[in-house]
């Protein structure tokens, strides 16, 4: 009890500050393949993680695969869903999991863990993110090709091409506007075409974004980086693994709790923090 009561007024003066902080609660086995993704389900109350499997994270191999563990760290399958090249970024559209894989998209099935659709997405390169928005539109980032596309009653069409980002990865759909990192700023998307920036100067390999609030958000930079970037467009530094060689690739988040999941990409585990 004391050392309970010790680490809460040691919290004291940062949180008067408006500073936060990440605490550990738990990180997996290296059970995980080159985990480059993690999404909340907050219906079913699971995580989804997806696994490059390989030494090429954009291999067109067919070892990509997608796992499934509770929100605890318990693992219920490494390789739930198989069948895929390097999948990353994830989004959920009722009980349809959509995953950015290489040049097409792959939508699977969630209650029954099968493979529905391949969407192939044409003039992408490499897709990164996905994140869903309104009616079932799909949003998903190429960063090597420098753009964005949405998919949308089986129409593709190019939102931001390649003259306007140097090289897009994290996607969010958040209060009817759409967020974007490109080369470590974090912008909005405006309803006239705009890009609007929000923040700036973070690691360049800005990966994963999730709102805190209606207007703040957690950050993470796939080099080992994570930032809390509020209303203002200021970012505080929350958690730098990068001496020890430790990536923060793709996180999920669930908003309820402050928990924030954080896959490890080379050291094949999923880490556990509460942002407080």
Same mark, same amino acid.
């Given at each position: 009890?004391?050392?309970?009561?010790?680490?809460?007024?040691?919290?004291?003066?940062?949180?008067?500050?408006?500073?936060? $902080?990440?605490?550990?609660?738990?990180?997996?086995?290296?059970?995980?393949? %080159?985990?480059?993704?993690?999404?909340?389900?907050?219906?079913?109350?699971?995580?989804?993680?997806?696994?490059?499997?390989?030494?090429?994270?954009?291999?067109?191999?067919?070892?990509?695969?997608?796992?499934?563990?509770?929100?605890?760290?318990?693992?219920?399958?490494?390789?739930?869903?198989?069948?895929?090249?390097?999948?990353?970024?994830?989004?959920?559209?009722?009980?349809?999991?959509?995953?950015?894989?290489?040049?097409?998209?792959? %939508?699977?099935?969630?209650?029954?863990?099968?493979?529905?659709?391949?969407?192939?997405?044409?003039?992408?390169?490499?897709?990164?993110?996905?994140?869903?928005?309104?009616?079932?539109?799909?949003?998903?980032?190429?960063?090597?090709?420098?753009?964005?596309?949405?998919?949308?009653?089986?129409?593709?069409?190019?939102?931001?091409?390649?003259?306007?980002?140097?090289?897009?990865?994290?996607?969010?759909?958040?209060?009817?506007?759409?967020?974007?990192?490109?080369?470590?700023?974090?912008?909005?998307? $405006?309803?006239?075409?705009?890009?609007?920036?929000?923040?700036?100067?973070?690691?360049?390999? $800005?990966?994963?974004?999730?709102?805190?609030?209606?207007?703040?958000?957690?950050?993470?930079?796939?080099?080992?980086?994570?930032?809390?970037?509020?209303?203002?467009?200021?970012?505080?530094?929350?958690?730098?693994?990068?001496?020890?060689?430790?990536?923060?690739?793709?996180?999920?988040?669930?908003?309820?709790?402050?928990?924030?999941?954080?896959?490890?990409?080379?050291?094949? $585990?999923?880490?556990?923090?509460?942002?407080?």
């Amino acid at each position: 009890m004391k050392k309970r009561i010790f680490l809460a007024l040691a919290l004291l003066p940062a949180l008067a500050q408006g500073q936060r $902080t990440l605490v550990k609660l738990w990180e997996t086995d290296t059970v995980f393949k %080159v985990p480059e993704s993690v999404l909340y389900n907050p219906k079913s109350n699971l995580l989804y993680v997806s696994n490059i499997d390989g030494t090429q994270p954009w291999g067109r191999d067919g070892k990509g695969s997608i796992g499934k563990m509770r929100p605890d760290g318990s693992i219920l399958a490494v390789e739930w869903v198989t069948g895929l090249n390097a999948p990353k970024g994830m989004g959920l559209w009722k009980n349809q999991l959509v995953v950015a894989d290489l040049t097409e998209l792959v %939508v699977i099935d969630t209650r029954k863990g099968i493979i529905r659709e391949r969407i192939p997405i044409t003039g992408a390169v490499t897709l990164n993110d996905v994140t869903m928005g309104a009616n079932g539109a799909v949003y998903v980032s190429d960063s090597r090709g420098r753009q964005v596309f949405k998919v949308y009653q089986g129409v593709t069409s190019t939102l931001v091409d390649s003259t306007r980002l140097k090289g897009p990865n994290g996607l969010l759909w958040h209060q009817n506007d759409l967020y974007i990192l490109d080369a470590g700023a974090l912008y909005r998307y $405006t309803a006239d075409g705009q890009l609007q920036q929000l923040a700036d100067g973070m690691e360049g390999g $800005t990966d994963g974004i999730e709102p805190v609030s209606d207007n703040s958000f957690i950050v993470s930079a796939w080099a080992g980086v994570i930032y809390f970037v509020d209303a203002n467009g200021n970012k505080q530094l929350l958690q730098d693994t990068r001496p020890e060689k430790i990536n923060s690739a793709d996180i999920g988040y669930n908003r309820k709790q402050r928990i924030v999941y954080v896959p490890t990409f080379w050291k094949n $585990t999923v880490a556990a923090y509460r942002l407080q």
